[in-house]
């Protein structure tokens, strides 16, 4: 049973940067591609970033390349999403998911375990 614990959410001043944790129990890590969602009231969940097993391959949201990047240490179990220069427009619940796929990683459907989410609130 895979399950997921985000942290690291909260309030900030534009600009500042955050960082997120996502922690992985249950199973062995190194098996799965992360991926880290985020959703803003009243919208749909979007893609940000996603990292294949074995850290070879990251991808990002074209709009977020350059300001977020992804890590993993597998050794921790862990996954994270370093956040720079953020803007009221990143204020969003972000959740970490789990996939076993090495493809499509930007796509929610590719993910069958989710955590439940941390807020990150970007005051204007």
């Known amino acids: 049973q895979v399950q997921l614990v985000e942290s690291g959410g909260r309030f900030v001043q534009t600009g500042a940067s955050l960082t997120l944790s996502c922690l992985l129990s249950?199973?062995?890590?190194?098996?799965?591609?992360m991926g880290w969602f985020r959703q803003a009231p009243g919208q749909d969940r979007e893609f940000v970033a996603a990292i294949t097993r074995n850290s070879g391959r990251t991808y990002y949201a074209d709009s977020l390349r350059g300001r977020f990047t992804i890590s993993r240490e597998n050794a921790k179990s862990s996954v994270y999403l370093q956040m720079r220069r953020v803007t009221p427009e990143d204020t969003a619940i972000y959740y970490c998911?789990?996939?076993?796929?090495?493809?499509?990683?930007?796509?929610?459907?590719?993910?069958?375990?989710w955590g439940q989410g941390t807020q990150v609130t970007a005051s204007s």
């Open positions: 998911a789990a996939s076993t796929l090495w493809y499509q990683l930007n796509l929610r459907r590719s993910y069958p375990w």
């Open positions: 249950g199973r062995n890590f190194s098996g799965y591609a």
